[in-house]
């Protein structure tokens, strides 16, 4: 119940298209849900968040996509560029108790120039 | 935003040592948080750092194999104990800012 599944384990586009990373959870009681980009040697970092309450959340060229019924939300990088090459991580964070992150696998993404 | 200096960045170890990994944030913090990164792998919590008191460890991680100090709110360290080739990883240290996680640049750890 803890979990969070995410999709595909290793994805490559080509410049200018679109990148779809799925995540999926069990848990209810989260209520935050952060994607995360971590480039070869560097920590994650935050690359867009949203809260249950909203469908959709765009930031430049990302895309947070969310389906609360079905549990599910997703991210989405337009034109995706060889510097979006990086591992992607979901999270899912329940904000009435430890803040403990829960995070997904990891989508390893390579934008070919 | 909190800025997370973690020391050192990398090792090289031999096995049956001990490594003291060092994290210092720019902020007075409540909580610090202690995560592995094996190879590939995604991040996995080790254990949760409360100032003034023992931390709290996840399933399949000891006190004894990972002992943590918490001596203040900007400063935390990991210990890894009696190590193994099974602890080459990347140690990471995080902090909880508003909501928001912020992790230092990781230690790269290599046991041989």
């Known amino acids: 119940q803890q979990q969070v599944k995410q999709s595909p384990q290793s994805l490559i586009v080509q410049k200018g298209g679109i990148s779809i990373i799925n995540c999926a959870y069990e848990?209810?009681?989260?209520?935050?849900f952060p994607w995360y980009q971590q480039f070869p040697g560097k920590g994650p970092a935050l690359l867009i968040a949203?809260?249950?309450?909203?469908s959709e959340k765009k930031e430049g060229r990302f895309t947070i996509s969310f389906n609360k019924s079905a549990k599910q939300f997703s991210l989405h990088i337009m034109d995706s560029q060889p510097g979006d090459s990086a591992t992607y991580f979901c999270a899912a964070v329940s904000t009435s108790g430890t803040y403990k992150y829960i995070f997904g696998t990891g989508t390893r993404l390579k934008v070919l120039a | 935003s909190a800025v997370i200096s973690q020391k050192p960045s990398r090792d090289i170890c031999q096995r049956g040592t001990s490594l003291t990994i060092q994290c210092q944030v720019d902020?007075?913090?409540?909580?610090m948080f202690w995560y592995r990164q094996q190879p590939g792998q995604s991040l996995t919590l080790i254990a949760t750092a409360n100032q003034g008191s023992e931390a709290t460890y996840e399933s399949g991680f000891v006190i004894d194999k990972f002992p943590i100090s918490r001596p203040n709110l900007t400063f935390s360290t990991l210990t890894v104990s009696n190590m193994s080739p099974e602890d080459s990883s990347i140690y990471l240290c995080?902090?909880?800012?508003?909501?928001?996680?912020?992790f230092g640049q990781g230690t790269r750890l290599t046991v041989v």
């Open positions: 902020s007075q913090v409540t909580m």
């Open positions: 949203i809260r249950p309450d909203v």
């Open positions: 848990n209810t009681a989260f209520d935050y």
């Open positions: 995080s902090v909880e800012w508003q909501v928001e996680a912020f």
